[in-house]
């Protein structure tokens, strides 16, 4: 089979797949949220019917209330990509709330001439971290580049298995959003536990989940971490400093982007960073320890 020559990537971590796979120059087409510094070029095909610049209780509420009347979150400019033409486009199934589903991009498509096939649609599924380098690999396969799928893969294992866990196990809680109050899911509670931490909240390969702070106080962590999902290091500090007065332990802002929320390489690095953290040792641009 050909490979695809021209490749649609309609979330963000698959873009940084496709440009870790070497295949920047195949892709002709990204996402709003695609913030690769290779990709700014590119046409953007999708939007989304939430300010992300809006305060977070209104961002869940906007987001809740779409959701509740099965309105999509985002927008496919089908047009443009029909014009594109892609042999190729990936999207993801894993959270509705974080880019465009196959359904959306199916909706935006169906009348025009071209009508994707849905053989030309990938979707990547990675709920956890053995999902993210499987995800890596089938991308590769996708797109006519198995030999280096493997090796990347192989490598961010062996990084992972490298990674010196902090003593003395202590009690973490990670913020995917502040207000209200989501703990971390699907790979997060797996870098808390590589990282040497012990996770209270949150289970692996699953969702994340919404809390109240009536129920997060009693919980006593000795280390909170800030990660919402969405958001780099600078967001990240400032939702970190408008927590309630509660037990949280040393309250850390990290870059989300980065490391935590994106089912991507960075999930690795995620977990270094936090094994850092853990020890008291911030890494520069990546994390801050906020009190």
Do not use: K
């Not at 994707?116 to 709920?127: F, I, Q, T, Y």
């Not at 209270?200 to 919404?210: A, M």
Request: aromatic content about 4%; proline content about 8%; some cysteine.
């Amino acid at each position: 089979m050909t490979a695809p020559q021209r490749i649609v990537s309609l979330l963000p971590s698959a873009t940084d797949l496709l440009f870790d796979l070497g295949l920047a120059e195949r892709v002709v087409g990204v996402s709003h949220s695609c913030d690769h510094p290779r990709a700014r070029h590119l046409p953007v095909l999708t939007r989304s019917i939430v300010d992300s610049g809006a305060p977070q209780a209104e961002i869940d509420r906007a987001v809740s209330e779409a959701v509740r009347e099965g309105r999509a979150l985002y927008q496919v400019d089908g047009a443009l990509l029909d014009r594109l033409n892609p042999d190729l486009v990936v999207t993801q199934g894993v959270c509705e709330v974080c880019a465009v589903t196959p359904g959306t991009l199916q909706d935006a498509v169906r009348y025009l001439p071209g009508c994707l096939p849905a053989a030309n649609v990938l979707s990547l599924e990675g709920r956890s971290v053995q999902g993210i380098l499987d995800d890596l690999r089938t991308l590769a396969d996708a797109a006519g580049v198995p030999g280096t799928g493997e090796r990347l893969a192989r490598q961010a294992q062996a990084d992972w298995d490298a990674i010196r866990p902090a003593p003395q196990a202590p009690r973490v809680l990670t913020l995917e959003w502040t207000d209200p109050p989501f703990y971390g899911g699907h790979w997060v509670p797996e870098q808390v536990v590589r990282a040497g931490g012990v996770n209270v909240l949150g289970t692996p390969g699953t969702d994340s989940g919404r809390a109240t702070w009536e129920q997060i106080e009693p919980l006593q962590p000795d280390v909170s971490v800030v990660l919402c999902c969405g958001y780099g290091l600078r967001d990240n500090v400032t939702f970190a400093r408008d927590l309630p007065d509660l037990p949280l332990g040393d309250v850390w802002a990290v870059d989300a982007n980065a490391l935590f929320s994106r089912p991507a390489l960075g999930v690795v690095r995620g977990a270094q960073v936090l094994a850092d953290l853990l020890r008291g040792q911030p890494t520069p641009g990546l994390s801050e320890r906020i009190r």
